[in-house]
């Protein structure tokens, strides 16, 4: 089993559901990213997906492409992140999942980026922008090097595709809930929980519904037919907002904490 799988397994083992956070690596700085993560770990984040920033990001709404833009600036590239990957590793056992878009991935190289990945202390990736009938140079290198491949999946997709995108992945299956970028929203849309019921019927991975969760009460409704919530840009907002000031890190561990106490 995965450090993915054992993490899910234990939630279940506890009647409890997940959290699935997200931060861009290098945001606000390289260093202060670090405290960040630990931040967001030690609030009881079940599961980090540590964004390899990119240049021209195709999912993600204006609060992450802002956080891809100041990493960048500040001279983040994959190979620190898996650095910072190999720092987050000395001290947490915090599964962590690589999040991002296949250019760079391709560019460092994917056999490679999957053993050095593995090395650093990722458990598996999640690539963005990557369709099923894409999954053939990369996918299988991951597995071979015991990582764990994320799948996605969109309210537009069928249930037969979802099964068979399901049934090529492992760790769990990334629910989108709604059609277009990410950002925070006041609301899901009403049709989310019956179709993460549907969806849940016929699969064997377990659930983690994302994008727009920016609340416990919006992270409490999403799971309720899932196992995990995904929160991103609302996490990012308070590195936006605190940068490298050491209440950053503070602000976040205590929001983190209170998406978590909601789904105990």
């Known amino acids: 089993m ?7 397994a234990g939630l279940k083992a506890k009647n409890e559901k997940g959290l699935i956070v ?7 700085t390289p260093e202060s990213s670090l405290a960040y993560l630990k931040a967001a770990a030690d609030a009881g984040a ?19 492409q802002a956080a891809s833009k100041r990493a960048l600036d500040g001279g983040m590239t994959l190979r620190k992140v898996l650095s910072l990957v190999s720092e987050f590793r000395k001290t947490h056992q915090t599964p962590i999942v690589m999040f991002g878009y296949y250019n760079p991935l391709f560019r460092y190289g994917v056999e490679a980026l999957c053993k050095d990945a593995r090395k650093a202390g990722a458990d598996g990736f999640l690539v963005v922008d990557l369709p099923l009938e894409e ?3 990369m996918a299988p290198m991951a597995r071979a090097s015991g990582l764990d491949w994320i799948p996605l999946a969109a309210p537009t997709s069928d249930q037969d595709r979802i099964r068979r995108v399901a049934a090529s992945g492992s760790g769990f299956l990334y629910l989108i809930s709604v059609t277009g970028i990410t950002g925070t929203r006041s609301s899901l849309p009403p049709e989310v929980a019956s179709w993460t019921r549907q969806v849940g019927r016929t699969i064997h991975l377990p659930l983690a ?14 799971v309720a037919h899932a196992d995990a ?11 936006e907002r605190h940068g490298a ?3 950053g890190p503070r602000a976040l561990n205590r929001f983190v904490a209170s ?3 909601a789904l105990r």
Do not use: H, Q
């Not at 995965?2 to 899910?8: A, E, H, K, M, P």
């Not at 964004?51 to 709404?61: C, E, I």
């Not at 919530?229 to 590195?239: D, E, L, N, T």
């Open 2 to 8: 995965s450090r993915i799988d054992d993490v899910f």
């Open 22 to 28: 997200y931060l861009t690596a290098g945001d606000p």
């Open 46 to 64: 079940d599961i980090l997906e540590v964004g390899v920033p990119f240049s021209d990001p195709t999912a993600d709404g204006p609060t992450i």
């Open 135 to 137: 999954w053939g140079e």
């Open 209 to 222: 519904v994302g994008f727009g969760i920016s609340s416990p009460e919006m992270a409490k409704a999403a």
């Open 229 to 239: 919530a995904v929160v991103g840009s609302a996490c990012v907002k308070i590195v």
């Open 245 to 247: 000031n050491s209440e």
């Open 259 to 261: 998406i978590k106490k």
